[in-house]
């Protein structure tokens, strides 16, 4: 589970020493520049008349008793990018599914397979188990291949898709659990989100792995279809995982 921790209130105090002191320097350094002329401002160098010390080291004085200051709260100080995203990059949660059911022979869903890709609608649009996060951001299943193999996963989570508004992306081959990690962390559409992967069963403990997640089991069972493993994520960083039921079928499994 994601934790949310109060805003460290001493970073803040010295914003507000900051802005301070610039409404003081604001006076002097508009004589200054009167003085100057109109044509001629302050170099970065140049000192704040009655203070001694130029715009650069107020700066540099600023800057560091800040990182002081977050330092002794127990705060790392944001890097420029991370502050200008919000610090939302990469998602806040990742779930990853099983095709639905298939039949004895053929590349489609079998017809309970179908009903479950129905139900798979209501489930992730408004239980409580998979929306802490809100619906899905964005949907990933494996790319389907042209004699028609591969093509379950897209079928599973097509119907919510549709209802969603959005486009299931299949860029990445089955195999490419490596990439489809990748793809999912640097999509600008999960970003602070949640994003649901439908894949080949076989395939799932490694894409678990490949978030950087341990604490996943080792194989998804031949005959189960009915689960969802959700990975919670804190700085890009997988922090806790858990492997729901469905609920949605007759003879799902109760827990």
């Known amino acids: 589970m994601t934790v949310f921790r109060r805003p460290a209130r001493a970073p803040l105090l010295w914003t507000g020493l900051a802005a301070a002191l610039l409404a003081l320097a604001a006076p002097r350094a508009r004589a200054f520049e009167a003085s100057a002329g109109a044509d001629a401002a302050p170099e970065a160098g140049a000192a704040i008349p009655s203070m001694g010390m130029s715009w650069v080291d107020v700066a540099a004085q600023l ?29 806040a949660q990742v779930i990853i599914i099983r095709h639905a059911e298939k039949p004895a022979e053929g590349n489609d ?5 179908e009903e479950r890709a129905q139900a798979l609608v209501g489930f992730f649009e408004r239980n409580p188990a998979v929306t802490q996060f809100g619906p899905p951001a964005a949907i990933y299943a494996m790319t389907p291949k042209a004699d028609g193999h591969d093509v379950r996963p897209l079928e599973t989570v097509e119907p919510l898709a549709q209802s969603l508004g959005l486009q299931v992306n299949t860029s990445v081959g089955k195999e490419d659990v490596e990439g489809l990690a990748q793809a999912v962390m640097k999509d600008p559409a999960g970003a602070g989100k949640m994003v649901l992967i439908a894949w080949e069963h076989h395939l799932i ?8 997640l341990t604490s ?34 007759p003879g799902d499994s109760s827990n």
Do not use: C
């Open 63 to 91: 800057g560091l008793a800040a990182e002081a200051s977050a330092q002794g709260q127990g705060l790392a100080p944001l890097p420029p990018a991370a502050a200008a995203a919000g610090d939302a990059a990469g998602p």
């Open 109 to 113: 869903l079998s017809p309970r397979g």
């Open 216 to 249: 996943a089991p080792e194989t998804w069972p031949d005959d189960v279809f009915d689960r969802a493993w959700i990975i919670n994520f804190d700085g890009g960083k997988p922090v806790s995982f858990q492997n729901v039921p469905q609920h949605l079928l």
């Open 205 to 212: 403990p490694a894409i678990a792995k490949a978030f950087g």
